[in-house]
């Protein structure tokens, strides 16, 4: 019989573009406001489709893509609520919307969520922050216990 070549090229497929990059120092979140987080620091970026100047992450590559984040917010009393939105070209995408809310006097809440995104060149994914707390409030910065943005493309599918 014939011999039929099998192709393993996929194997070698990496899950790029891939990037994670942070917020520096903390951000103030007015009161009731969706505000842009000011990711500005990478920790790597395989394609440098991030952009720390505008915050956004840009495609250059079309696919299906992995997007995570995680916001930190400070100061969050009883029943208040705290929101991250993922905007696609400037477009709030409500199904990546988490809500939190507290149950106690000046607590630290988290926002987080990670989503399954198809994503075609020149799409543009932002990180947004919202609270109710009555006044301004905080996202954390830093890298260990701040908040982040990441993302990567999906291989295979």
């Not at 705290?82 to 006097?105: C, I, P, W």
């Not at 996202?139 to 999906?154: A, E, H, I, Q, R």
């Amino acid at each position: 019989g014939t011999l039929k070549r099998v192709d393993y090229s996929y194997l070698k497929s990496a899950n790029t573009p891939a990037f994670f990059a942070y917020l520096s120092a903390s951000q103030s979140i007015s009161n009731a406001t969706q505000t842009k987080v000011n990711i500005d620091t990478e920790l790597w970026d395989t394609n440098s489709d991030f952009n720390t100047s505008t915050y956004k992450f840009v495609v250059s590559v079309a696919g299906k893509y992995v997007i995570s984040y995680r916001l930190k917010f400070s100061g969050m009393d009883s029943g208040e609520m705290v929101e991250s939105f993922l905007h696609k070209n400037g477009t709030a995408d409500f199904k990546s919307q988490t809500k939190t809310f507290s149950s106690a006097t000046d607590q630290q809440l988290i926002s987080w969520g990670t989503y399954l995104m198809d994503l075609s060149v020149s799409d543009e994914i932002e990180l947004y922050a919202f609270q109710n707390e009555g006044a301004s409030r905080d996202v954390f910065g830093g890298l260990t216990d701040g908040s982040w943005l990441s993302g990567y493309k999906l291989i295979g599918v």
